[in-house]
């Protein structure tokens, strides 16, 4: 039973060590928010980049790159706002000049208002977030994550 | 065995592991061309050019190709482009033809604006999925592909590398003395 433990445990590391497929993005909405009927809430959707890679921003500097976007299909709930994180503009070896990116952690906030006349019950909303990862040498092609929001309103 | 020889035993096995795959990247950084025994045939396509013609990777056999997968919202491809336009200029008399494949998904709208603004000399191709498919998948641009005469893949570069990578592999394949 020892030696087997052992051998998995060897299996474990060596196969822990060999490149695995690459998801530059990945993101976590919250199980559920809670809207009461006439008001707003604002909810986080938490996202992460892998080590060595970093995101356009919203707002790119320049024209050719593919900004980060945000789609949420919310009816009948409206999209007050959706505030994107706060980029920094940082230099790469294949750019002249800095470029407004996201790298490690960041969160992005969307505020939905249930409508006064809205019936108490939950919406399964749908998001998409579009976005283009690069590395220092290479860019990879852009991505769309969908995700599943429950909105409670009550 | 010792709890101690076990975990020395593991580190072991660990750094070879490590120093193994870091070796196998570092082979495929170099990327020198292949031997001839180790080359595959290069998958065949059919693509439109900018003005409408279908263009086959078969109509370049005799040729040295180098096919460069590219897109127009891609930083690193844009450092490449002057190079292959000189590339182009300086080898096409000795047999190389520099194919670059754009995989915008908004196609010649986007494409052709920014091949005229970069003054491309090459043959540009509006790529697909099942192209990029063919080869690999092709998620991470650029990803360029050198042919040899007879169809074969030579050598593969994934990401940006040095101009002067790109010009030892060209010269190999046209054997032409390098450096010149």
Redesign the interface.
Known sequence: MKKIS?LC??FL??SS???QAITPLAIEPPAKVTIPRGKSATFKLQARIAAGYHINSNAPHED???PLRLNLTASPLVVEAVKYPTPHDEK????EKP?SVLTGDFFILVTLKAPENLEPQMHVLTGKLRY?A??D??????KTLEFRLTADVR | MSRFQ?LAA?GL??IG??SC?TQSKADEADSAVRPSKDRKKAPEFKLKDSDGKLVSLASYKGKTVLLNFW?????????EIPWFIEFENKYKDKGLAVLGVA?D?EGWEVIKP?IAEKKVNYRILAGDDSTAQLYGG??????TFLIDKDGMIAGVH???VSKSEYEKDIQALLGLPAGK
Not at chain 1, 92 to 95: A, G, P, R, T
Request: proline share 8%.
């Open positions: 052992r445990l060897v590391l060596a060590l060999y490149p050719y790159l593919i790469y070896s294949f750019s470029l283009q690069c590395s040498k290479a860019c990879l092609t852009p | 076990f593991l096995i660990a592991l490590t795959t897109a127009t919202w891609c930083g690193p491809c844009k450092v995989m998904e920014y092709v998620d991470s641009l650029p990803t994934v990401g940006l």
